[in-house]
């Protein structure tokens, strides 16, 4: 699986937008970019998918870079139920590879 | 349907001792995975089940480790002679189909604690 980049940790102001990077440089044509977030005590939980347009849902929206060497996961409006640790995975769409495969994640801080 | 349930939540368990966890996927998801989380870690695969076939084991699923699927549904984990390394989460997931456009869902975990 293509190696995806975070960063470790990030704060943000509730009710603020959030902007969530992911580098992953060495994408190919068939990965779909995944993002998946953990809140605290539980299982990690699906956010959002795209392949190369820009996707949104009622959770948040996926901006991928023309090159789609980089996205960025957007929650429009934070709360504080937004705590948790984010995840960008790649999955490459071949039905032969079901498994996803977690790096370390952002970490996301929401200020009062 | 309340999604993917897992138990116990939590086990404390003996160095030496087996121990075996189950988990109850959503309804009619014939894919079935599961995971191992140690702490500051994100989620490692383990293995995978297509109804009550296991198409893949990760090299982390040592030969202490056995799953299950019988009859497609729910699912058991067993670890034999526990060492204090497989103190972990150890996360089920589900999913309706195979390939990347579907998400897992993913239940609450059994912690495990090797004493």
């Not at chain 2, 599961?34 to 030969?63: H, M, V």
Request: net charge neutral; charged share 20%; proline share 5%.
């Amino acid at each position: 699986d293509a190696k995806t980049t975070q960063p470790n940790s990030m704060e943000s102001n509730e009710e603020e937008p959030v902007h969530l990077p992911c580098n992953h440089s060495t994408i190919s044509g068939t990965d779909y970019i995944h993002w998946y977030r953990q809140l605290p005590s539980q299982g990690p939980e699906y956010v959002i998918h795209g392949l190369t347009s820009n996707v949104n849902n009622r959770m948040a929206s996926l901006a991928i870079a023309e090159d789609r060497k980089s996205s960025t996961l957007i929650l429009h409006r934070a709360t504080l139920r937004d705590a948790a640790v984010y995840y960008c995975i790649l999955r490459d769409f071949d039905f032969g590879n079901e498994k996803l495969t977690f790096g370390t994640g952002t970490r996301l801080t929401i200020i009062p | 349907d309340t999604g993917v349930s897992q138990n116990p939540r939590h086990k404390i368990t003996k160095r030496g001792q087996n121990v075996t966890f189950r988990c109850d996927p959503i309804s009619e998801h014939n894919r079935l995975y599961w995971y191992r989380q140690t702490l500051g870690q994100g989620p490692e695969f383990l293995t995978y089940f297509q109804n009550e076939a296991q198409l893949e084991k990760s090299r982390l699923l040592s030969d202490r480790f056995s799953a299950e699927r019988p009859k497609g549904s729910f699912s058991t984990l067993e670890i034999q002679r526990t060492e204090q390394g497989d103190s972990a989460m150890y996360l089920c997931a589900s999913s309706p189909i195979r390939g990347a456009t579907y998400e897992q869902y993913f239940g609450p975990g059994t912690r495990l604690t090797v004493t």
